[in-house]
């Protein structure tokens, strides 16, 4: 009877371990992600955690033209583009800088890294904006901007902001707000709506009503004392050359006298931000 010989048993194959990983491939698949997975892979093991720390990371969440947005800050203690990267994201998520002569400000959405704006109030063509008898420019303290527009009474309010749509995060859905106070209540929106709008210049927009009487409710408070009312949804398609996207609110119908509020400015942020 012929004897079977047995082979010898192979060793199992070893675990592969996440430190045994080079840490720049792992920053490399790291900067693939998004600012939210990122963080929350850090958690993998010491490596990831190191590795999810490295510039190559976050220069990849930063805008492409972060260095020439920084360029145009207004306050010298603002974060500059030497800062470690993590930080300089983390820093314009949490506190917005003010950019153009302090008439607009920038952040970043932390989710997506995403672009943020908001034009003052300064920076908006108000019609009769520089006519002290229906508009005044006031401080406030609990504004980002110097100064903030106060509505003392019109029976024509008609304003609107612009920004060139280069400066937003190509192929993202914005959403445009308007950002007011109206610490006395104001007058003469009951029952009254306002027509907004947003779209690119020079083209046909969707109209809507909106009220911002607090007793209609169509705005909403943020947390600040100031509240917002939502005018509108502008999509950045790639690689579509340099437009200027517009945002419109007018009550021009009613002919009658309103006023009361402290327009802060127009904000323009990712919708998905919300």
């Not at 490596?47 to 492409?64: E, I, K």
């Not at 306050?75 to 990267?85: E, Q, R, V």
């Not at 060139?164 to 007058?187: D, N």
């Amino acid at each position: 009877m012929q004897t079977v010989k047995r082979l010898p048993r192979s060793a199992p194959p070893s675990r592969l371990d996440m430190n045994d990983l080079p840490q720049d491939l792992i920053a490399n698949v790291l900067s693939f992600t998004g600012p939210r997975e990122s963080c929350r892979l850090a958690v993998v093991s010491s490596t990831f955690w190191s590795a999810s720390l490295s510039d190559t990371v976050w220069d990849r969440f930063l805008p492409p033209d972060i260095l020439s947005i920084l360029s145009r800050t207004t306050n010298a203690s603002d974060p500059d583009f030497a800062s470690n990267k993590k930080d300089l994201f983390l820093r314009l998520c949490e506190r917005p800088i003010l950019i153009d002569g302090g008439r607009k400000s920038f952040s970043l959405d932390k989710r997506t890294g995403k672009k943020c704006y908001m034009i003052s109030s300064r920076d908006l063509h108000i019609i009769w904006g520089d006519t002290p008898r229906y508009w005044k420019w006031v401080p406030e303290s609990d504004s980002r901007f110097r100064e903030v527009a106060e509505l003392v009474g019109v029976c024509w309010l008609e304003l609107k902001g612009t920004i060139p749509t280069t400066m937003l995060s190509p192929s993202t859905l914005y959403t445009a707000y308007l950002v007011f106070r109206s610490p006395q209540g104001g007058y003469g929106f009951d029952y009254q709506p306002v027509e907004v709008s947003v779209g690119l210049s020079g083209s046909d927009k969707t109209v809507r009503s909106v009220y911002l009487d607090a007793g209609m409710v169509k705005r909403k408070e943020r947390g600040d004392g100031s509240y917002e009312v939502e005018l509108g949804d502008f999509f950045t398609k790639e690689g579509v050359g340099e437009g200027e996207l517009e945002m419109y609110l007018a009550e021009v119908k009613g002919g009658n006298w309103k006023g009361g509020i402290f327009v802060e400015g127009i904000e323009i942020i990712p919708k998905e931000a919300k």
